[in-house]
């Protein structure tokens, strides 16, 4: 139990589909963030928030949709995906984006299947 | 952040073996962290050294960072099948918003 908890855990959809991912973390910390990993490839950040604003966005595409309402909560809202978005999304948190010592606690992952 | 380096890409031992996995880097570093991963998991932090610290231990791990060579090992000892698990290093420089970049981390396979 690092903190952080994702959900669903496993999440099959279609291509025309709208879901979201959800992360929840109980550590006070005021950055979060979203990874992407795909099979052989290196862990990809998506986003970055710290104190609820966005101040990293890796050039991804716009079907993917990151929503933070409280320094709590983590949202990537899903739509018209392709089947080579299906990879693990990792949830992790710190306790402030660029300061201490950058530790990140990560949730345990959603595993998204995009049919 | 930049991203570290890890080698080798992977890597079988026996069940009591050590095993040692190198990272590299390109640019100074304030501290340098090693996360472990289970298949189909998120990361776990296993142990930070900090710039000014040569070695640093903790339980069976022994993490060593030469900032000359700018690379780091980390030393798993008398390892088990629970060790099973990928091993990433994030080399962390602080420059504003620096989130921690991976790379594709050493893919550690122990055999009972």
């Known amino acids: 139990e690092t903190g952080v908890t994702q959900t669903p855990r496993h999440l099959v959809m279609g291509m025309t589909n709208k879901k979201s991912l959800k992360c929840e973390q109980h550590?006070?910390?005021?950055?979060m963030y979203w990874y992407k990993q795909s099979a052989k490839k290196p862990l990809e950040l998506m986003f970055v928030?710290?104190?609820?604003?966005?101040?990293e966005n890796n050039s991804v595409p716009s079907r993917f949709s990151p929503e933070c309402p409280n320094s709590s909560h983590l949202f990537l809202h899903l739509h018209t995906l392709q089947p080579e978005d299906s990879a693990l999304y990792l949830c992790?948190?710190?306790?402030?984006?660029?300061?201490?010592?950058?530790?990140?606690?990560f949730g345990e992952g959603s595993r998204l299947t995009v049919l | 952040s930049q991203q570290g380096e890890e080698d080798p890409q992977a890597l079988s031992i026996q069940e009591g073996e050590n095993a040692t996995m190198n990272c590299s880097y390109k640019?100074?570093?304030?501290?340098l962290q090693w996360y472990r991963q289970n298949s189909g998991r998120g990361l776990v932090h296993l142990i930070l050294?900090?710039?000014?610290?040569r070695e640093k231990h903790s339980g069976r791990l022994r993490v060593t960072l030469d900032t000359s060579k700018k690379s780091s090992s980390l030393l798993i000892t008398a390892s088990r099948a629970a060790d099973t698990a990928s091993y990433f290093c994030?080399?962390?420089?602080?420059?504003?918003?620096?989130?921690?970049?991976f790379g594709k981390g050493t893919r550690l396979s122990v055999i009972a």
């Open positions: 992790a948190s710190s306790p402030l984006a660029g300061v201490g010592t950058g530790e990140l606690f």
């Open positions: 550590l006070g910390h005021n950055a």
């Open positions: 928030y710290s104190l609820e604003e966005r101040v």
């Open positions: 640019t100074s570093i304030n501290n």
């Open positions: 050294i900090r710039s000014n610290e």
């Open positions: 994030a080399p962390v420089r602080w420059s504003g918003n620096t989130p921690l970049v």
